[in-house]
């Protein structure tokens, strides 16, 4: 039995699985921009493939093992592993399980800082990701460093109740 591919199919593949996927492929990859691309080929290939007809019972796990495979070839292409050694031959050194669990629970984490208030996420990429001290940020954004401050709490607040939102779904 064919599957139609709706619109809304697409969508929410896409939506619910592109940063997951994303953040797996740069646990091999190390390099945002090629994880990118090896994710959207592989969702790109996989929504033709299901346009054509093709059923797939567990789509994510068709998906981690399309993207894992993919970037094991990338990496073999790249010359940065031999070419003798097979993907079964990782799996001592990645636990797959892990970096799946890692990825869906980073992505959480990126969705969660992602729906910050714009001045919020800001200010908070500001000094966590990019490591700026306040006043810096406050000279940067011409604001109060007492504002800095309070929108860097008010940030890790919200992000501390995803967190534990995260933490529950899991191990709730």
């Known amino acids: 039995m064919a599957l139609t591919l709706q619109r809304t199919d697409v969508d929410e593949i896409f939506r619910r699985y592109y940063r997951p996927l994303c953040l797996y492929a740069l646990h091999y990859l190390r390099s945002p921009e090629n994880a990118e691309d090896v994710v959207q080929d592989c969702l790109a290939d996989f ?67 992602d729906s910050l208030p714009e001045k919020c996420r800001e200010v908070f990429l500001m000094s966590k990701r990019d490591g700026l001290k306040y006043e810096e940020i406050a000279e940067e954004l011409d604001i109060s460093v007492n504002t800095v401050k ?23």
């Open 47 to 113: 929504l033709e493939g299901m346009g054509v007809g093709r059923e797939v019972a567990d789509v994510k796990a068709y998906l981690y093992m399309m993207v894992r495979n993919r970037c094991i070839d990338a990496l073999k292409r790249d010359s940065r592993i031999d070419h003798e050694h097979t993907a079964d031959e990782f799996e001592e050194s990645i636990a797959e399980e892990d970096y799946e669990e890692a990825s869906v629970i980073e992505a959480r984490m990126w969705t969660a800082i």
């Open 150 to 172: 309070n929108q860097v709490s008010k940030a890790l607040k919200t992000l501390k109740g995803a967190c534990h939102k995260v933490y529950m779904f899991f191990f709730g």
